[in-house]
């Protein structure tokens, strides 16, 4: 059931960061981010932009577009604003990451990334491994590719970008603000 989400603080092109509302990809993404981001603590397992108020776009067993109340209210959730979105970035971004919209979750792309790190950096073979079927990119990388073609060069390299990476970029970005401290989701009133 879709609910009005009331003073919604969220706008389009916004990014976020959380646990994995899937347990199996969730536990998954743990672990191989626990090994390959020494450094970065964080507990997020997840991450995904705002095309509008109410809506994130993310790979869950697909990549789809969700309402953020009815899939996150109650979940730990952090929210960032990069100062140097504008309607013409969103929309170049937009534009070319829908394209993604309804391909299953990358699941073998995790294997590369716990057995071969370094050829996640370099390539992303979904389209062969999947016969066109996966998306090419894990939640996290395709955050950080829509932000690549926003041009905001933080995310100049997005290819095996984990989503502890994201929460730091949210952290401690001076070009991004936060809108959602990490802590449970609740609708204002």
Sequence with gaps: MRRPALNSPFKRGDFFCT????????????????????????????????????????????????????????VDFLVGRWKGMTDEKFDRAW??????????????????????????????PMKYLGLGYFAPLVCSEKTGKFFHIAKFSVFDEYLGMMPARIAQIIRRDKDVEIIHDKAPLRRLK
């Design 95 to 124: 534009a070319e990451i829908q394209k993604l919209e309804g391909k299953f979750y990358p699941v073998p792309r995790l294997l590369l990334f716990m057995l071969f790190p370094m050829a996640v950096q370099l390539i992303t």
């Design 19 to 74: 646990i994995s509302p899937s347990n199996i990809i969730g536990k998954s993404i743990a672990v191989i981010q626990k090994y390959r981001t020494i450094g970065l603590p964080s507990n997020a397992t997840h991450a995904g932009i705002f095309i509008d108020e109410n809506t994130v776009f993310e790979s869950q067993w697909r990549v789809e577009r969700n309402n953020v109340w009815d899939h996150y209210e109650g």
